[in-house]
C-alpha cells in the first residue's frame, strides 16, 4: 500500500497542475479590479494582456463606469509594437463612443503598419460616426495586394483559392546570400491570384499575390459603409449584391448596405 502512494501522489499533482494551467489561461475567468490592471501592465506575457482586455470589454458592455480606470492603459498600448495588442484594443475602444481619447488614439491607428489593425479602427470609428476609415473598409471589399518582403526566389505551396488564416505561412523567399525570410499572411481570407510561383525570381516590394477578405470581414465592412459610405462605392457593393461567389448573409448586407447609401444621398 505505501509503494503505491509515490504514484498516486505524482497522479494528484498532475492532475492539479493541468487544472491550474487550464485555469490560469481560460479567459473566461473573472478577473479582479486589482488583477485586471496587474494582467494589463504584464506586456511579457501576452494572455494576461489579452485576458485583461476581454474583462474591460465586458465592463464596458455592461456600462460599468469603472472600465473608465483603465483607458489611459489602453491608449497606450494602442501604440505598443506588438500587433495583437493593437489590433484588440483598435476594436475595443469602439465599445466607448463617447470617449474623445479613443477617438484621437483610432484616428492614429488608421495609419498603422498593419493592415489587420487599420480595419478594425476604421470599424470602431464607425461607432463614432466618423466616416475618416471609409477607404479602408472599400478596401476590405478588394482583393489585398501581398509584396515579397526581399529580392530571391520564392519557395511556396500555396494555390489559389486556398482558405488562410492571419499568421499563416504563405511563402519564403530564400535571398542570394542563403538567408530565406518568411512572410505570413497578414489577413484572414483566401488567396485570389499568385502573381509569382514556387521557383520564380522576385525583386523587394514586387507583387506576390492576392488574398480576398474572409466572410466576417466582408460582412462587418459592408455594414460599416451602410453608414458612411458615398455614392463612389455603390458599383463595388452591388457587386457582392449581385454575386453567386458569396453567401447570401452577404449578398443580403450588400443590398441593405446599396439601399441605405441611396437613401442617405437622396435624403
Known amino acids: ?10 497522479a494528484v499533482l498532475f492532475v492539479a ?11 473566461g475567468r473573472g478577473l479582479s479590479d486589482a488583477d485586471i490592471s496587474k494582467y494589463l501592465a504584464d506586456e511579457k506575457n501576452p494572455r494576461h494582456v489579452q485576458h485583461a482586455l476581454l474583462q474591460i470589454q465586458q465592463k464596458m458592455e455592461q456600462g460599468d463606469p469603472t472600465a473608465k480606470n483603465w483607458y489611459p492603459q489602453l491608449v497606450t498600448l494602442s501604440g505598443n509594437p506588438e500587433t495583437e495588442f493593437r489590433l484588440t484594443v483598435a476594436w475595443l475602444m469602439g465599445f466607448d463612443n463617447k470617449a474623445p481619447e479613443f477617438h484621437d488614439a483610432l484616428l492614429k491607428l488608421l495609419k498603422d503598419p498593419e493592415p489587420i489593425v487599420r480595419r ?6 464607425v ?6 476609415g471609409r477607404e479602408e473598409l472599400v478596401a476590405m471589399l478588394r482583393p489585398y495586394v501581398v509584396k515579397s518582403p526581399a529580392d530571391g526566389t520564392v519557395a511556396s505551396s500555396m494555390r489559389e483559392g486556398a482558405t488562410v488564416a492571419r499568421r499563416t505561412l504563405l511563402t519564403r523567399i530564400e535571398e542570394p546570400d542563403g538567408k ?18 514556387n521557383g520564380s525570381q522576385v525583386k523587394r516590394d514586387e507583387d ?3 488574398i480576398n477578405s474572409d466572410e466576417e470581414s466582408v460582412w462587418e465592412a459592408l455594414r460599416g ?3 458612411v459610405g458615398t455614392a463612389e462605392d455603390l458599383p463595388l457593393i452591388q457587386s457582392y449584391a449581385n454575386s453567386n461567389d458569396v453567401s447570401k448573409r452577404v449578398k443580403e ?10 437613401q442617405r444621398l437622396h435624403g
Open 1 to 10: 500500500m505505501s509503494a503505491s502512494r509515490p504514484i498516486l501522489f505524482l
Open 17 to 27: 497542475a493541468t487544472f491550474l494551467a487550464w485555469y490560469f489561461s481560460w479567459f
Open 120 to 125: 478594425n479602427a476604421a470599424l470602431a470609428l
Open 127 to 132: 461607432r463614432f460616426a466618423d466616416g475618416s
Open 180 to 197: 530565406v525570410v518568411e512572410l505570413r499572411s497578414p489577413l484572414p481570407g483566401r488567396i485570389e491570384k499568385i502573381a509569382k510561383l
Open 208 to 210: 506576390l499575390l492576392t
Open 225 to 227: 459603409l451602410a453608414l
Open 253 to 262: 448586407q450588400a443590398d441593405l448596405t446599396a439601399k441605405a447609401i441611396s
